[in-house]
Nanobody
Framework: VQLQASGGGLVQAGGSLRLSCADS????????MGWFRQAPGKEREFVAT????????FYADSVKGRFTISRDNAKNTVYLQMNSLKPEDTAVYYC???????????????WGQGTQVTVSS
């Protein structure tokens, strides 16, 4: 598994961004995928996760109703659609792959390099 995140950028509050995370390997569909974020001076926090089949998703309370995680196993890609963005969503966003369904970062086996999301007020 080799993950490459993209799609970050600068957006005004209330705007939208879609993050993508592509896997160049051949085992993407075997893994549950997650998104995490880390703001300056803060610990990394869970954002969302999706099961390998895409049937089940889980979200942090802070993003529920605004963010949507999805995946396309044919394209080896997981997405994070972020709507109604707030300045407190500013962080580096990381995608990760896990063999288990979990919201705990240390349980993820592979991590992408991160993409910066900045939301201006």
């Amino acid at each position: 598994v080799q993950l490459q995140a993209s799609g970050g950028g600068l957006v005004q509050a209330g705007g939208s961004l879609r993050l993508s995370c592509a896997d160049s390997g051949r085992t993407f569909s075997r893994y549950h995928m997650g998104w995490f974020r880390q703001a300056p001076g803060k610990e990394r926090e869970f954002v969302a996760t999706i099961t390998w089949s895409g049937v089940s998703t889980f979200y942090a309370d802070s993003v529920k109703g605004r963010f949507t995680i999805s995946r396309d196993n044919a394209k080896n890609t997981v997405y994070l659609q972020m709507n109604s963005l707030k300045p407190e969503d500013t962080a580096v966003y990381y995608c990760a792959a896990a063999r288990v369904v979990t919201t705990t970062g240390r349980s993820y086996d592979y991590w992408g390099q991160g993409t910066q999301v900045t939301v201006s007020s």
